[in-house]
């Protein structure tokens, strides 16, 4: 068994596009995975099943909840070992150790192209700063990410991919879910 985090961009945000965690994790286990445990009402699941493509659970996840509760999320699996790295390999962290209550990152539904990464890396954000490493952005936001230019509308609308983004705390939670299971 694999264990896996999926996290679905824009559900329970302002009244719209409602999901109880209760029903998406009723949902994941009509498709035999094992272990599945929701965290926090913003879609993030992790659960175990046996060895599949990221992709694939993607795009079977999303339209089992668009012909269940009959709108579409875009939806983002990795594996517990991508987590893990995630986690491990924040420069934000890692290197200026900066204060985590101000750390977030934002995942890609894939690796932007080269072109459109151009575009991006020499605007001005103020005080935020963005570091891209494959398909996750690592995201310093000091006055906070309700006050950032880098939304996950920003990332998706300059670099042409699906986005989302947690917290840092989130992040740091997901793994450790995924680290208990068996």
Known sequence: MQTYISILRGINVSGKRIIKMEDLRKMFETFNFK??????????????S???????????ISRQILNQFGFEVPVIVKNKDEFVEVLNNNPFVKVRKED???LHV???????????????????????EFILSGTTIYLFCPNGYGNTKLSN???????KVV???RNWKTINELVRIAGSMP
């Open 163 to 165: 986005a989302t983004t």
């Open 35 to 48: 272990n599945t445990t929701t965290y926090i009402q913003s879609g993030n699941v992790v659960f175990q």
């Open 153 to 159: 509308a920003f990332f998706e609308s300059k670099l």
């Open 50 to 60: 046996v060895k599949k493509n990221n992709e694939d659970l993607e795009n079977r």
């Open 100 to 102: 985590t209550s101000k």
């Open 106 to 128: 934002t995942f890609l539904s894939k690796a932007p192209e080269t072109n459109l990464i151009d575009k991006i890396t020499t605007g001005n954000y103020g005080e935020d």
